[in-house]
């Protein structure tokens, strides 16, 4: 490139690129119940430094098409809560329509459709003798990805996501960092920030770390903070898992 480009280039006053983020899922059941935010209210007060100014896309996928309800209000509601809504999913036409007048954008689905493994024989009473036969079509659904290790400390501010797998960390977590993993988190070290196992809502998915000095826990979207964590666990090695829906801690037992 020549020097004259690079000073063009560099005059620009702005860069368009592309970039990911993880966004909170708020997937909308009843929005007419009458305790709808009384419920989100609670789930918020579990982790208001967690949930405070976070970015939410609101999943319309599950309304009947016959729902009434002003969505307009609904969001500034869900404003009133500290949360901001950015986009939305699916939902009834009219639904989608009132999402995008009230400025929310139309996401794509997170998730990948579920593939299935199809092999299908032909039917011989069906077969015309000279036609060649098709090759059958198989779809395998990939349901494993290689666990994400990370090695180095995760320092403030850092942001590490294991999507569809595990996630292990060999040194410490400092506070103001956080993990995410839609499977299990492991942590050989102390973990001061915040970890999210089973982001994606798998209740098997556990929390093992060596000393527990986090600000926030959760597994499947169950939270714990660091105020509800106790002097019992505190500095501990720990396990962190879902017991009948119930956030839960365990010591971890040694050889």
């Known amino acids: 490139m020549s020097s004259a480009s690079q000073v063009a280039e560099r005059d620009v006053p702005f860069q368009l690129r592309g970039n990911s983020f993880t966004m909170m899922v708020l997937k909308v059941f009843a929005p007419t119940s009458p305790d709808f935010f009384t419920q989100l209210s609670v789930k918020v007060r579990q982790a208001p430094n967690f949930f405070r100014n976070a970015p939410v896309v609101l999943d319309f996928d599950d309304l009947p098409e016959s729902i009434v309800f002003d969505l307009g209000a609904f969001v500034?509601?869900?404003?009133?809560?500290?949360?901001?809504?950015?986009?939305?999913?699916?939902?009834p036409q009219p639904v989608r329509e009132a999402a995008a007048a009230v400025g929310l954008t139309p996401m794509p689905s997170g998730r990948a459709a579920k593939l299935e493994e199809v092999v299908k024989a032909p039917d011989p009473r069906q077969q015309d003798q000279q036609a060649p036969i098709p090759a059958p079509q198989v779809l395998i659904e990939v349901v494993h990805r290689p666990t994400v290790v990370v090695t180095e400390p995760v320092r403030s501010g850092m942001r590490v996501y294991a999507e569809k797998t595990d996630l292990i960390v060999t040194s410490s977590v400092s506070p103001g960092a956080e993990l995410l993993a839609d499977g299990n988190i492991h942590v050989y070290g102390a973990l001061r920030g915040r970890a999210l196992a089973g982001f994606s809502g798998d209740t098997n998915a556990r929390i093992f770390c060596h000393s527990l000095e986090a600000e926030v826990l959760s597994v499947a979207g169950n939270y714990r903070v660091s105020e509800d964590i106790g002097s019992d666990f505190y500095k501990k090695a720990v396990q962190v898992f879902l017991r009948d829906g119930v956030l839960s801690m365990d010591l971890l037992k040694s050889a």
């Open 76 to 91: 500034a509601q869900v404003q009133a809560l500290h949360l901001l809504p950015v986009g939305f999913q699916g939902g």
